[in-house]
């Protein structure tokens, strides 16, 4: 049957899947707890060192053990029982959050003994996080894959702006006030970590019940199988080209570590403008994700990627110009909406184009390169705002995004000739281009 006489999913057909829902609502407490967690740990910190250099250690030990740990962890998430995985991550993550909360009880200032706390939760996430991806193709038929994916994207959106504004909540409350002294050990970080300890244990319960369609096949462990991720994203240009393209663009043109200096010395909106701008990217994304539900993707998917990363960067270089805040903001919504069906076409073509039972390795590259993209742009934004000021920093950056997007379509045709989002049509189009020079 041709693609044009398949019926057309629903905006909510991922749904019809119970293990869908359940894993939707897992995902959704786990990130709006972990991310609650962030504000918790940071204000812990800095509580106890008054650092700005100490915050950003916070980043680097939940970070690191993807830098140790990313080849084994995708080649475990192919050789043995995805789910299980999982739950067991969540269950060390979860045990790791107890040992911040019991330490946030005693008042304890031992700041290495909570830098080694982040590594234990870092090293859960960087082992969860690919068998995750991995999984989702079994929880739904393939005709709604690429739906579930952008629900995924959504659910995302709205715990990542949820989660830190619970997080900030939390601090607020005036337990000694409400409850008397007998809760008042309570207040601030404890009832934070207590809050990201529910939201693990709601995981561990929605999770628990899910039953995915297949199963990893066990094989022993080789120096040969862990690599053979690796060597099928260098292998893959259709991979490679994805996954390469977002990591030079959001390496290169990402502003968000430098909003503060945007909002008090560009913008002069002070604390309540820089809240502002922070939001203003995920409002952007939330509004594509959702509008994408509706009107998904059906052809010419790489090229609108291509545009969409495009747009990612003309955005960045009028929001390192402008000196309006109005400007800015409709700038930063620009960048997260274009961010965001990058994102889903990214992710649907790393699931699709990637064999069942290399999903996982494949998916634990590419949650290296979103680290790398992620957390080393924040150090590279800051390291360029340092030379040249952060208003140059910010606009080369974004010239920087543009340039890498034009050699990407000249450099990996198979990326610009990508049309539905199918496995069959990625996989024939993969094979047109494998024998091909990297040119158009």
Same mark, same amino acid.
């Given at each position: 049957m041709s693609d044009a006489a398949q019926p057309s999913p629903s905006a909510t057909s991922a749904w019809e899947s119970r293990e869908f829902r359940f894993y939707s609502t897992a995902r959704l407490m786990g990130i709006m707890g972990a991310e609650a967690q962030s504000v918790g740990v940071a204000w812990q910190v800095y509580q106890i060192t008054h650092s700005a250099l100490a915050l950003g250690y916070t980043g680097l030990a939940l970070f690191l053990p993807g830098i140790f740990f990313v080849l084994?962890?995708?080649?475990? *998430?192919?050789?043995?029982?995805?789910? !299980?995985?999982?739950?067991?991550?969540?269950?060390?993550?979860?045990?790791?959050?107890f040992a911040l909360l019991w330490l946030a009880l005693h008042h304890s200032q031992n700041i290495w003994l909570i830098y080694a706390i982040l590594f234990v939760i870092g090293a859960g996430r960087c082992f969860s996080g690919p068998a995750a991806s991995a999984l989702v193709p079994s929880l739904v038929p393939k005709e709604h894959f690429v739906n579930a994916v952008t629900w995924g994207a959504s659910i995302f959106q709205i715990a990542n702006a949820t989660g830190p504004m619970i997080g900030g909540l939390l601090f607020t409350i005036p337990l000694a006030h409400l409850f008397g002294g007998r809760f008042a050990s309570f207040n601030g970080a404890p009832l934070v970590y207590a809050f990201t300890l529910f939201g693990l244990l709601s995981f561990l319960c929605f999770f628990s019940v899910i039953k995915p369609r297949g199963s990893a096949e066990k094989k022993g462990f080789t120096v040969d199988t862990m690599l053979a991720g690796l060597r099928y994203v260098i292998g893959t240009r259709l991979l490679l080209g994805s996954i390469s393209l977002d990591l030079f663009a959001v390496l290169l043109g990402g502003a968000a570590s430098l909003m503060?200096? @945007?909002?008090?010395?560009?913008?002069?909106?002070?604390?309540n403008g820089l809240g502002l701008l922070r939001a203003m990217p995920?409002?952007?994304?939330?509004?594509?994700?959702? !509008?994408?539900?509706?009107?998904?993707?059906?052809?010419? *998917?790489?090229?609108?990627?291509l545009v969409c990363v495009g747009i990612f960067g003309v955005a960045t270089i009028i929001f390192g110009l402008s000196r309006n805040i109005v400007l800015s903001c409709i *700038?930063?919504?620009?960048?997260?909406?274009?961010?965001?069906?990058s994102v889903v076409v990214r992710s649907s073509i790393l699931q699709l184009a990637t064999p069942p039972e290399m999903r996982g390795r494949v998916s634990s590259i590419n949650w290296l390169f979103i680290g790398v993209s992620n957390e080393v742009?924040?150090?590279?934004?800051?390291? !360029?705002?340092?030379?040249w000021g952060a208003v140059r920093a910010v606009v080369i950056?974004?010239?920087?995004?543009?340039?890498?997007?034009?050699?990407?379509?000249?450099? @990996?045709?198979?990326?610009?000739?990508?049309d539905t989002l199918t496995a069959e049509s990625l996989i024939a189009l993969e094979k047109q281009f494998s024998s091909m020079e990297p040119v158009s």
């Open positions: 084994p962890a995708g080649h475990i *998430a192919d050789r043995y029982d995805r789910r !299980t995985v999982i739950l067991t991550c969540y269950t060390v993550q979860a045990i790791a959050t503060p200096i @945007f909002a008090v010395d560009i913008l002069h909106s002070g604390a995920s409002l952007g994304a939330l509004v594509v994700s959702l !509008t994408l539900l509706v009107y998904p993707i059906k052809r010419r *998917a790489g090229k609108i990627m *700038a930063l919504i620009f960048i997260g909406a274009s961010d965001m069906i742009g924040e150090y590279e934004s800051g390291l !360029t705002a340092h030379w950056g974004g010239i920087a995004s543009v340039a890498v997007t034009g050699s990407w379509s000249i450099f @990996f045709p198979a990326l610009r000739h990508a």
